[in-house]
């Protein structure tokens, strides 16, 4: 198995500009999740689906952020405009509906400048 | 909400010797405690778990142990190598299935040769 597949790793973007991270879940897996982490604050939760649906967003910190997820082998996190304060590792994880375990994909680190 | 604790943010020890890791909890609910390892430049990977209605589990080298009543679990790492050296975090969940996981701050573990 591929494992969670994140594009792209690296992006550099300026402020102002709309910003797309992508996300393809495990074969299977029917929960996806969106995390930041910083220094500051640490792996927080943005967002998770079950079965497509979103289902706890109450970790989007502003409406500048959006995430969807249109099948079950894709999802995307959209931030727009970026601002620098978002330069942050972003990380998408599954796991399969019945179990608790998540794995996480390479994460995405975003830039800001 | 779930709230997890975990001491100490940072940890030296001297390759052959143990390393331990804590972490309190504060909703009395949660069942599931993984523990993932996060290493330079990857996503954090799931190395252990276990789930509430055991006291202790071991895999090799790995151990965690569990007690509700003082709501807290604990990582242990017997005869560390170099290779142990990464960020440690753990976390708790409350649902049996899948569902938000809440990451405490990580532990910086570092083994010196």
């Known amino acids: 198995d591929a494992g969670v597949i994140q594009s792209p790793r690296h992006e550099v973007t300026e402020m102002g500009q709309e910003v797309t991270l992508r996300c393809k879940p495990i074969?299977?897996?029917?929960?996806l999740f969106w995390y930041r982490q910083t220094m500051m604050r640490g792996l927080e939760l943005l967002i998770y689906f079950n079965n497509n649906v979103p289902i706890d967003d109450s970790g989007m910190p502003e409406d500048r952020f959006s995430a969807k997820m249109p099948n079950a082998s894709f999802s995307t996190l959209k931030i727009q405009p970026s601002e620098p304060r978002d330069s942050a590792v972003y990380f998408c994880?599954?796991?399969?509906?019945?179990?608790?375990?998540?794995?996480f994909g390479p994460g995405t680190r975003l830039t800001v400048l | 909400g779930e709230n997890v604790e975990q001491h100490p943010s940072t940890l030296s020890v001297q390759e052959g010797d143990s390393a331990v890791i804590k972490c309190t909890y504060s909703?009395?609910?949660?069942?599931?405690f993984p523990w993932y390892k996060q290493e330079l430049g990857k996503g954090p990977q799931l190395i252990i778990d276990?789930?509430?209605?055991?006291g202790e589990k071991k895999d090799q080298r790995i151990a965690v142990t569990l007690n509700k009543t003082a709501k807290h679990f604990s990582l242990h790492i017997t005869e560390t190598q170099p290779e142990d050296s990464a960020v440690y975090f753990c976390a708790a969940s409350k649902d049996s299935s899948a569902s938000k996981i809440i990451f405490g701050s990580g532990t910086r573990l570092s083994i010196r040769p």
């Open positions: 276990i789930r509430s209605n055991v």
């Open positions: 074969s299977g897996h029917n929960s």
């Open positions: 909703d009395s609910a949660s069942n599931y």
């Open positions: 994880a599954t796991s399969a509906w019945d179990r608790d375990t998540q794995y």
